[in-house]
């Protein structure tokens, strides 16, 4: 089949969520907030904490099983596997490596993608070229973020908002399912002090002092990523509407990235979609990295009746500065 014949169809979606539930009022006694502080700021009530023996490949894992059985396929059918993570278990092997492992997948090449919160979003591109091009036929995207293992439980500013979790999705060139019909990437690296980690890499390798100073911990300037985070979303779906000749009432589902309600409100106020029309999970799970929008499609796709021609459009922004969107078509 010629490339431009052919397509690369969502086939199967999964999630793992941990077991352990963290409320707002835990949090009050661990650092000076308040239920009503995060609520009306971020509208987050509760978020998932791994346990200690379950690393990120583990979360990755479990989700990919439950979107392989989704698809009702063996994980040996599935030739590559693209994690998007900023916490794998290690920095080397990569992340995918563990999980094809986990899951028995031999055929498989594996790989992570760094692109923080758009992990999931880059994974699908990414895994939708590798499909269309006729390279690969059958590609699990996972991403899955052990947040709490980056997290200062001693700053307010950030250890509220975060969460741990996993979504997976089978893209395949053959199956009933949504079409991936569109993507979007992009990022900006000047501004990429706003939110990032410094320590553990080849600048601040792992030592006395990088623990002492704390590098090994997300750090973020809340106020100024939120401006990024709305504008950046509404840049990459109304790309994504535009290029395919669409309009916002043409969007049955928008699935965006979930670090903040007012973020979530203010990027369907400028699209012009309702929020009967978005997905929200932030006050369950709270900001899970890339895995946020893996659930968030997940459960989409999961609780609500899609027929022919409806569209799901999957937008998030992340460190890096990175942010895309990807449209899916029943
Ligand atoms: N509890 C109580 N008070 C708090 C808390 C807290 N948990 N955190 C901050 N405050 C205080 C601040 O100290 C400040 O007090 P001050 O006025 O006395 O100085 C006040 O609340 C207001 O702080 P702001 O930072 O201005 O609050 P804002 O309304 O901007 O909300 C927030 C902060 C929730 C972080 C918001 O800016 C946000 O959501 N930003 C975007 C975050 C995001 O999208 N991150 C990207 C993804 S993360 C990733 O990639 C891993």
């Known amino acids: 089949m010629a490339a431009s014949e052919r397509n690369a169809f969502i086939i199967g979606t999964g999630s793992y969520l941990p077991e352990k539930v963290l409320t707002n009022a835990d949090l009050e006694k661990m650092v000076d907030t308040s239920?009503?502080?995060i609520t009306t700021r971020?509208?987050?009530?509760?978020?998932?904490?791994?346990?200690?023996?379950?690393?990120?490949?583990?979360?990755a894992s479990r989700a990919a099983q439950s979107a392989l059985k989704d698809a009702g396929i063996g994980a040996e059918k599935i030739e590559m596997i693209i994690v998007g993570t900023f916490t794998g278990d290690m920095p080397m092997p990569a992340t995918a490596c563990l999980v094809q492992k986990n899951i028995g997948a031999p055929r498989a090449a594996a790989f992570d993608i760094s692109a923080a919160c758009s992990g999931f979003v880059y994974g699908l591109s990414v895994?939708?070229?590798?499909?269309?091009?006729?390279?690969?036929?059958?590609?699990?995207?996972?991403?899955?973020?052990?947040?709490?293992s980056v997290t200062d439980w001693t700053d307010r500013d950030t250890c509220v908002l975060f969460g741990d979790g996993a979504g997976a999705a089978v893209v395949s060139s053959e199956g009933q399912g949504p079409r991936i019909i569109g993507d979007y990437l992009a990022a900006d690296g000047?501004?990429?002090?706003?939110?990032?980690?410094?320590?553990?890499?080849?600048?601040?390798?792992?030592?006395h002092d990088s623990v002492d100073q704390k590098l090994h911990f997300v750090k973020m300037l809340g106020s100024k990523v939120f401006k990024?985070?709305?504008n950046s979303m509404v840049e990459a779906a109304s790309t994504l509407i535009e290029?395919?000749?669409?309009?916002?009432?043409?969007?049955?589902m928008l699935v965006p990235h979930q670090a903040n309600m007012r973020i979530i409100t203010e990027v369907g106020r400028h699209l012009g979609i309702p929020?009967?029309?978005?997905?929200?999970?932030?006050?369950?799970?709270?900001n899970m990295s890339a895995a946020t929008t893996a659930v968030g499609m997940d459960e989409a796709i999961r609780s609500n009746d899609f027929t022919p021609g409806d569209k799901i459009l999957v937008v998030?922004?992340?460190?890096?500065?990175?942010?895309?969107?990807?449209?899916l078509e029943w």
Not at 320 to 325: L, S
């Open 35 to 37: 239920d009503e502080w």
């Open 42 to 59: 971020t509208g987050i009530k509760e978020r998932r904490i791994a346990a200690p023996q379950e690393p990120t490949s583990l979360l």
């Open 127 to 148: 895994a939708r070229s590798f499909v269309v091009s006729g390279s690969y036929d059958c590609i699990l995207v996972i991403a899955c973020e052990k947040l709490s």
């Open 190 to 207: 000047s501004i990429y002090e706003l939110l990032f980690m410094p320590g553990g890499g080849s600048l601040h390798p792992c030592s």
């Open 228 to 230: 990024y985070a709305i």
């Open 243 to 252: 290029r395919h000749g669409l309009s916002a009432e043409d969007i049955r």
């Open 275 to 286: 929020e009967e029309r978005i997905h929200i999970n932030v006050q369950k799970y709270g």
């Open 316 to 327: 998030a922004f992340g460190g890096g500065f990175t942010w895309g969107a990807v449209l």
